[in-house]
Every structure is written in C-alpha cells, then in structure tokens.
C-alpha cells in the first residue's frame, strides 16, 4: 500500500507520527523556520527508521518565483541524511530539469556518496509538457542509474490525455464532468496506469508529488509514497474532504505558525484519515 504524507502546521507537529505515514520535509521550510527544522532534526535521532524524503520546495518555490539554492539544499541533506532527497527540477520544464539534475548530481551528489555516514538516495523528478518529453525524461534518468523517480501534480498536459472510460467514469460520478481539478487528476492516473508496469521494473521507489484531487490516491496503491496538503487546506477552509468541489488556493505557508482552534485541528485530523482510507 502507499505510503501518505499530508503537509500540517507546526501547531500539529507532535501528532505527526500518528497522522502521517512517512515524514515528507519541505526544504524551505527547514531553511527558515526554526521549529520545524528542530522537529525533523530530532525526528530523524529519535525515529531513525521511519523513512523520511527531503523535498527541494519546487513547486513553492515556483508559487513564490523564488529559486532553489543548490548549496544550502546540499546542506540540508548532509545535516538531516533524509532516506531520499528529490533533486533539482523546474515545473513543466523538461529542459533545465534533467540540465539541473545532473549538475547538482555532478557538484553534490559525488560528495554525497562519497560521505559513510549520508546514506541518501536522490528522486528525480520527472517534468516535461507532453508524454513524449516526461519518457524522455524519464528514460534520462534510467541511463543516469537513479533509482527513485516522482512525477508532479500540476502539469497542463494531463488535462488533454485520452482517459480510459472506467476512469473518466469514476471520476466523473464523483465529481461531475467539468472539474478542473479531476481533469489534472484523471490525467496523471492515465499516465501511471500506461508506465506501470515500465515503471516498476525500472525504479525501486515511486512518488507522486502533490494533488490536484486526492480521489486520485485509489489508483496508485502498487506505488511507494504521495504527498498532498489537499486535505489540510480543505480542514482549514471548513470543508470535510469528500464535499471539495475545487482544489484550495494555498500553500503551507499560509497555515504554518497559525495557531488553530481545536475544531479546525480536529477537521484536518478526520481529513487525513480519510485520506488514507481512499
């Protein structure tokens, strides 16, 4: 089964390993809130063998038009030893994806190998803005011999792929024919479903990063870890997941520090477990 991860305010923070079912770090987070540096980095002592993936925050860092800084996130992995870091990747950009992948794998990941004590593995990102580019892309990292692969919510082909009928028609009864959200879903579960069994026999660990609509979580049960901060964002907008209709419009960072009434965490508490439950 899939393991989840729902991103959750600091307010939260030490119900975290009931909640979620790995830690999943986001990278700009650790870089500048204390706290939450703290958290993991005692996580990491106290539960050395919870698998644990350090994000590079691209998709954050996309929202904000900021950039990656490659040093301070090699830091961070040398100072954290995560189970996995995901490398280097620019939405919807195969490009400068694969450039900055093996760049920081030329830089930093030698170093990274090289040190007895890291034992972090990279996940490389497939990006790209056509099934034709996320192969190539992936097929890159096959040849480069990383083992660990992830594949991203959000980019605009998805709601262009050819669906199967029985997911055009799950989807559609639970949503109706003209959400969004459930088109990026469909998308995406479209192309895991064509890459399976390719998929399977070529990476050790499979991830899906972030959601347009968690429905989608019923189809990748075969695979290894998702993240989404969907049903918390739903939780702070007063909407049990089940009854969303769209996907919120907010970032972690939004909530972080936000000091939360007890229904408010009692409403993502059941959220996430429901999650889980797809």
């Not at 669906?163 to 959200?181: A, L, R, T, W």
Request: hydrophobic share 35%; charged share 30%; proline share 4%.
């Amino acid at each position: 089964m899939i393991k989840i991860n729902s991103e959750i305010p600091l307010c939260l923070l030490n119900e975290n390993n009931k909640l979620n079912e790995y830690d999943f770090v986001l990278f700009h987070l650790y870089k500048t809130n204390k706290k939450y540096r703290e958290y993991f980095l005692n996580q990491r002592k106290e539960n050395p063998d919870r698998l644990m993936v350090l994000d590079n925050s691209a998709y954050e860092f996309f929202i904000k038009n900021e950039t990656l800084e490659m040093g301070e996130f090699y830091k961070a992995i040398i100072e954290l030893n995560p189970d996995y870091y995901i490398l280097p990747d620019t939405l919807m950009n195969m490009a400068k994806t694969i450039i900055d992948t093996k760049s920081f794998l030329n830089i930093y990941g030698v170093s990274i190998r090289k040190d007895e004590n890291i034992k972090s593995e990279p996940i490389a990102v497939v990006q790209g803005n056509s099934v034709a580019e996320m192969g190539f892309c992936a097929s890159e990292y096959k040849k480069l011999k990383i083992n660990a692969i992830a594949f991203p919510f959000h980019n605009s082909f998805y709601r262009n792929m050819d669906v199967d009928v029985d997911i055009m028609n799950d989807f559609f009864s639970e949503f109706g024919p003209d959400n969004v959200d459930a088109e990026y879903a469909m998308g995406r579960v479209q192309l895991m479903r064509n890459w399976k069994g390719w998929l399977k026999d070529s990476f050790k660990h499979i991830h899906l990063l972030g959601s347009h609509q968690p429905y989608e979580k019923k189809y990748y049960h075969d695979f290894d870890t998702m993240d989404t901060g969907y049903p918390v964002k739903c939780a702070l907008e007063g909407v049990m997941l089940g009854n969303d209709y769209k996907k919120p419009n907010t970032i972690i960072d939004d909530f972080l520090d936000k000091d939360l009434e007890d229904g408010v965490k009692e409403r993502i508490k059941i959220n996430i477990k429901l999650f889980k439950q797809i």
